[in-house]
Structures are given as structure tokens and as C-alpha cells.
């Protein structure tokens, strides 16, 4: 693993929201001035390949990179807002349904966040 890919690893894992390219980038850039776009694109997506973080897209938002742990997600359909929700693991459930063993699933629940409920 090249030096950009182990920082850029342990920024998502100790960061508390969920990153763009372009956030990990502005932070990579204060201690490692000479680090450019293009590298921490090229670590994001082989960290990703090997299964070390994972990437989070939603509709009409750059895509953000988050930690390998077991959480699922509220987006709020307004604003985009990103947040972390523990759920109930619903892996045996599927599995029951589909018949099938499955690697992992990926949960993004859509509301609208406190905010932009306020708002309305």
C-alpha cells in the first residue's frame, strides 16, 4: 500500500462524516503539500477495489467515501445531508428471502432531515 493510500485510509476511518474526494484531498493537501487530485482519486478507488472503504453515491451528489463498518445510512432527500444510523442487521433476513447467502448490503434510508422539515 502506496503512502497516500495508508493516509488517505486513516482519514476516512477517523473521520466523523463521510467524505468526498475533494475533502480528503483539502485535508491530504495540509500535511502533504505535493499530493495531487489525480492521486487521491486513483487511492480512493483501489481502496475501494480492495475492500478497505467503500463508497457511498447518491443521485446528484459527488460521490463520498466512508469506513468499513456495519451502519447504515439517512440521506435526506433536500439537502443531502449524510448521517450514520444503526439498524437492526438485516442480513439473515434477505438471505431468508432471497434463498441466497449475500456478501453485504448497503442501506441508504431517504427522509428529510430536521432542517429542511423546518423549513417547509
Same mark, same amino acid.
Given at each position: 500500500?502506496? *503512502?497516500?493510500? *495508508?493516509? =488517505?485510509?486513516?482519514?476516512?476511518? !477517523?473521520?466523523?462524516?463521510?467524505?468526498?474526494?475533494?475533502?480528503?484531498?483539502?485535508?491530504?493537501?495540509?500535511? #502533504?503539500?505535493? /499530493?495531487? #487530485?489525480?492521486?487521491?482519486?486513483?487511492? /480512493?478507488?483501489?481502496?475501494?477495489?480492495?475492500?478497505? =472503504?467503500?463508497?457511498?453515491?447518491?443521485?446528484?451528489?459527488?460521490?463520498?467515501?466512508?469506513?468499513?463498518? *456495519?451502519?447504515? !445510512?439517512? /440521506?435526506?432527500?433536500?439537502?443531502?445531508?449524510?448521517?450514520?444510523?444503526?439498524?437492526?442487521?438485516?442480513?439473515?433476513?434477505?438471505?431468508? #428471502?432471497?434463498?441466497?447467502?449475500?456478501?453485504?448490503?448497503?442501506? *441508504? /434510508?431517504?427522509?428529510?432531515?430536521? #432542517?429542511?422539515?423546518?423549513?417547509?
Amino acid at each position: 500500500m502506496t *503512502k497516500y493510500a *495508508k493516509l =488517505i485510509l486513516e482519514l476516512i476511518n !477517523h473521520s466523523k462524516g463521510h467524505m468526498t474526494a475533494e475533502q480528503i484531498f483539502l485535508e491530504l493537501k495540509k500535511t #502533504q503539500p505535493k /499530493v495531487v #487530485q489525480a492521486t487521491v482519486y486513483n487511492n /480512493v478507488n483501489t481502496l475501494c477495489q480492495r475492500g478497505m =472503504i467503500r463508497r457511498m453515491s447518491i443521485e446528484g451528489s459527488p460521490d463520498r467515501y466512508d469506513k468499513i463498518q *456495519k451502519h447504515d !445510512h439517512l /440521506v435526506c432527500k433536500k439537502c443531502g445531508m449524510l448521517s450514520d444510523i444503526n439498524l437492526e442487521d438485516l442480513t439473515g433476513s434477505l438471505e431468508r #428471502q432471497l434463498g441466497e447467502g449475500i456478501i453485504f448490503y448497503d442501506l *441508504k /434510508v431517504f427522509y428529510l432531515c430536521p #432542517q429542511c422539515r423546518e423549513k417547509e
